[in-house]
């Protein structure tokens, strides 16, 4: 068993990671962040800065086992959990031979775009190595033009793409995300205590932009149906251990 901790943008995932590293012994933990890597990888490989993400996160499997060939060669037999920004689909059972366990968090579309948008615009374009950041940096996108952008449509979701939502074994709500985390802990048989970390830098800002919300909603419409696909699922949710390795 390998638990696959898919963190998307903005969805309390730093907070969890501190939870994770609590509950884990050093050993068994693989934080996964090489993400600036990946997109340099992208943008080197001729793909248009805006669309460096879209690539990123949704190439064929194939094409995944080849540009994580290493990565996944190097993982130590000793890791049981891996944790950070990458498409699920890097872990999947074909490629590590091992069965995964997927985690993921997700928040209400709205909020979590308006949250990362402010988030990126803390960043100095003259020191970022991420092509598609830099670019909204450097051009000066205003927060309509960054929510309705096509290279940004659902990215939430961008991340589980090729997973079936019904194959995520903890699909948690960032909102209600310390009861969830008592879900999980039961799940999986380890203490994780709530932290709260790297908050968005504007309070309330979704509310202070609430205009653009049906409009947002309507048109990132699969991450609408993925948050809501998890409220349904919190509805339903048996806690159920996996299988022993």
Known sequence: MLYVSVHIPKTAGTSFAKSLEQAFAPSEVQLDYQHERDHALVAAQGVEAA????????????????????????????????????????????????????????????????????????????????????????????????????????????????LPWKRIDFLGVTETFAKDLTTLSQMIKRPLKPFVENAGPIANAADKHAHLRNRFLAYHDIDAQLYQYALDRQKLQTIQAPAST
């Open 51 to 162: 669309k460096t993400h879209q690539e990123w996160l949704s190439p064929p499997l194939l094409q995944l086992a080849w540009r994580y060939r290493k990565d996944l060669a190097e993982l130590p037999k000793s890791i049981r959990l891996v944790h950070g920004h990458f498409p699920a689909r890097k872990y999947h059972r074909a490629l590590t031979w091992r069965k995964p366990f997927y985690i993921t968090w997700v928040r209400e579309p709205f909020a979590r775009a308006i949250s990362n948008y402010f988030y990126w615009q803390s960043f100095d374009a003259n020191t970022m190595p991420d092509p598609l950041v830099r670019t909204i940096l450097l051009e000066r996108w205003d927060l309509e033009t960054y929510l309705f952008h096509p290279a940004l449509r659902n990215y939430q979701s961008l991340f589980l793409k090729g």
